[in-house]
């Protein structure tokens, strides 16, 4: 079925270490996958994507990783802030799915200073 | 140059009434989608506009309806308010072709009592 899901709600880093957010996706379809960055009161941020051709891309800060072997996805955010608490989801089209961009249920991030 | 803008930020309506909210696309943008947010939950997808027309909807009930203009702005309709339909709306704008990220307003609360 269709689902993008989450291995951990919540994620409580340092602020100052790497965090690291994992995704699992069940539709090996996939081709195209996207995290989002939603902090409280505001509507989902586009933070980086990445095509289902390759394996890394990095950003500033961060770097998603795609393993379509286990179809798995993780976001990894480097010398984590106190602005990057938020909830970050992972996101994924798949061809077969049509148009839409279907959504996981989340990551909430704590940053302690 | 302004991002995706929707109308109102927040709303109260009881049960039975009818609602329609407003969303303004990035600039170049000529897509539309539309997304709901339960509290504590990821977006759902409800529909996408393009060219004007419905290009794909998702699992919500017929009660909910949509329309673009031809300045791709969109409204999303809803009859017959369920308690249930309290969430966030939020519309995302992006360009027409498969697998480009959405960009999203900070969405309408509405609240149904």
């Known amino acids: 079925g269709e689902s993008v899901g989450l291995h951990l709600p919540t994620l409580s880093v340092q602020e100052g270490d790497n965090s690291i957010i994992n995704c699992a996706y069940s539709?090996?379809?996939?081709?195209?996958f996207i995290w989002y960055k939603q902090e409280s009161g505001k509507g989902p941020q586009f933070i980086i994507d990445?095509?289902?051709?390759?394996d890394k891309r990095q950003g500033q800060r961060v770097t998603v990783l795609l393993n379509k072997t286990v179809k798995h996805l993780s976001l990894q955010i480097a010398a984590t802030q106190p602005g990057d608490s938020a909830v970050y989801f992972c996101?994924?089209?798949?061809?077969?799915?049509?148009?839409?961009?279907?959504f996981g249920a989340g990551t909430r991030l704590f940053v302690k200073a | 140059d302004a991002g995706v803008t929707q109308s109102p930020t927040h709303l109260i309506k009881t049960r039975g009434q009818q609602v329609t909210l407003r969303c303004s696309p990035k600039?170049?943008?000529?897509?539309v989608s539309w997304y709901q947010q339960a509290l504590g939950q990821g977006p759902q997808f409800i529909f996408q506009?393009?060219?004007?027309?419905?290009?794909q909807r998702g699992n919500f009930p017929d009660r909910f309806s949509g329309h673009q203009f031809p300045n791709y702005s969109s409204e999303l309709n809803v009859n017959a308010l369920l308690l249930g339909d309290s969430a966030l709306y939020l519309c995302?704008?992006?360009?027409?072709?498969?697998?480009?990220?959405?960009?999203f307003g900070n969405g309408t609360r509405l609240t149904v009592t």
């Open positions: 995302a704008s992006s360009v027409g072709q498969y697998n480009s990220p959405l960009h």
């Open positions: 539709n090996s379809a996939s081709d195209y």
């Open positions: 990445i095509r289902s051709n390759m």
């Open positions: 996101a994924e089209n798949n061809p077969t799915g049509g148009f839409k961009t279907i």
């Open positions: 600039s170049g943008h000529d897509t």
């Open positions: 506009y393009y060219e004007e027309e419905e290009r």
